[in-house]
């Protein structure tokens, strides 16, 4: 027997929702490119298209629409223990932690139930955008906005975090790069998400702890400290010693490289369009300037090992000329995980198999007990 570190490479499950390949560069949700859904579709017609495997019908999306907007809200409650939580809690973690509480509102409690599938895709896509945008406005010692249900998804967002309403050409952008976030077949979140509902535990315990694996730098916390790794950066003139120094150092370089894309991660270069339009629009930010330099300088000693900028690393600079705080960066990947997740829950629940690998076991045998005072 091996052990196959990181499980790379190793299918553990059958699914029709997304399809990579990691050498052309290719990403299709339910057999539809990405770019063509990114051009045509928006965010919850593309989060129905993965749950339900069909782009909804316009009687299907009006309803789906609609019942997200009866779950913008969130309760007193919820709002009180946001307002009472400490100020020094990591929003990934206030995510993980509200996430299960969300259930007590669903009552489709049974996880095999296509009732429970639905109320919680449509629960947790209406609140927690809410949360997140209501926990910034709490840490700035401000009350919550209310969610503006005159809006559309990604408008109402940015209304609730800023208390403007954004210019349509941003709000549709940012409706876009939420669409680049949700789904990617079985990364270490999703994984995390089917392993959790394989014990039959709901899609709220699924979505809190894949939060959970989100969190981590190697995976959706990267574009947060993209953020802080440029703005390290002084002077255009100190990028390449400074990539020099990183990789002498055998550090990585956030936001580039991926497990499965050994080319350019097609979101990303999405991406990196839109923030060519935004700096036509908003002028050139030192962040943009920086980040064009340093992929340009980074892929001049990274290429040859087929490591290229990813999803994160123009994600940071565009929520950066969104004036989004940086550590909203990977709740809001979060935010538009939601569908991903609750595709890959429900599908895998349809044949459910509990997951249980093994391990080779290298430890001792016939260890007798030392009774602590023989313990030196
Ligand atoms: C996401 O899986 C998904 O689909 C995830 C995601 C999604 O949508 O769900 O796409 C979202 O998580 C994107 C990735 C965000 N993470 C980062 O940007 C963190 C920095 N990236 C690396 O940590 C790394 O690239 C990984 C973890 C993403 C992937 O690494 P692999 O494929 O496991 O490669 P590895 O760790 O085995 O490294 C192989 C070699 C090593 O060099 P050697 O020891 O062989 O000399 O490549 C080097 C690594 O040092 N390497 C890097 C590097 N990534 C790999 N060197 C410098 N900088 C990097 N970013």
Known sequence: MNVYAGLTGIPVVKSSISYIDGQKGILEYRGIPIEELVENSNFLEVSYLLVFGKLPTKKEYEKFVSDIKENLELNQGIIKFLKDIPKTTYPMKVLQGIIPILSAFDENKEVLDEKHHYSSLVNLLGKVPTIIANWKKILEGKEPINPDKTLDYAQNFLYMLTGEIPEKEISQMFDK?????????????????????????????????????????????????????????????????????????????????????????????????????????????????????????????????????????????????LKIPPQLYTPIFAMGRIPGWLAHCKEYIKENKLFRPTQIYDGGHNIHYIPLEKRG
């Open 177 to 321: 790069t939420l669409i680049l976030h949700a789904e990617h077949t079985i990364n270490a979140s999703t994984f995390t998400a089917i392993v959790v509902v394989s014990t039959l535990a709901d899609f709220y315990s699924a979505v809190s702890s894949a939060v959970g694996a989100l969190s981590g730098k190697l995976h959706g916390g990267a574009n947060e400290k993209v953020f802080y790794m440029l703005n390290q950066i002084k002077d255009l003139n100190q990028i390449e010693e400074f990539i020099v120094n990183k990789l002498n150092r055998k550090e990585r370089i956030m936001g580039f490289g991926h497990r499965i894309y050994k080319t350019y991660d097609p979101r990303a270069k999405i991406i990196k369009n839109f923030l060519t339009r935004l700096s036509q629009l908003k002028g050139e930010s030192e962040l943009y300037k920086k980040a064009i330099k340093f992929e340009e300088t980074a892929l001049k000693y990274l290429k040859d090992k087929k490591i290229y900028p990813n999803i994160d690393f123009f994600t940071a600079v565009f929520y950066s000329y």
